[in-house]
């Protein structure tokens, strides 16, 4: 099974989303399958930026802002280094502050996961 799931979810990092707060959830796969979460458009009052986290089996594997890409959590924190060092995100050839860092950093995931193509209604 394949699913993408858009706008404020229940509970998620044991806390209620407020309205402000957008998540975009692809799942696969039967229970305990994958979960790759993407908080869109954060609590700007709590001051934290875009957010990835991929979980996989019931365990978080990675996790991350999209403003602190070298800090890494999880089981497997450095499991999608290797795309995003590709992609220019990370590494010594690291291309931040443009434009399209953000589109940068979603492709690099989806392409890695090999997430389909998000259509939102």
């Given at each position: 099974m394949r699913h993408w799931i858009h706008g404020p979810l229940g509970?998620?990092?044991?806390q209620l989303p407020h309205d402000e707060e957008t998540n975009v959830v692809?799942?696969?796969?039967?229970?305990?399958?994958?979960l790759a979460v993407f908080?869109?458009?954060?609590?700007?009052?709590?001051?934290h930026g875009p957010w990835f986290a991929y979980y996989r089996g019931g365990h978080l594997r990675t996790g991350f802002s999209f403003e602190a890409l070298g800090d890494r959590v999880g089981e497997d924190p450095d499991v999608l280094l290797p795309?995003?060092?590709a992609a220019g995100l990370v590494g010594p050839h690291a291309q931040h502050g443009t434009e399209d860092f953000e589109e940068r950093i979603v492709r690099?995931?989806?392409?890695?996961l090999s997430l389909p193509e998000l259509?939102?209604?």
């Open positions: 509970r998620l990092h044991g692809f799942f696969r796969g039967p229970p305990g399958g994958e908080v869109t458009e954060p609590c700007n009052a709590k001051a795309a995003l060092v690099a995931i989806t392409e890695a259509e939102l209604p």
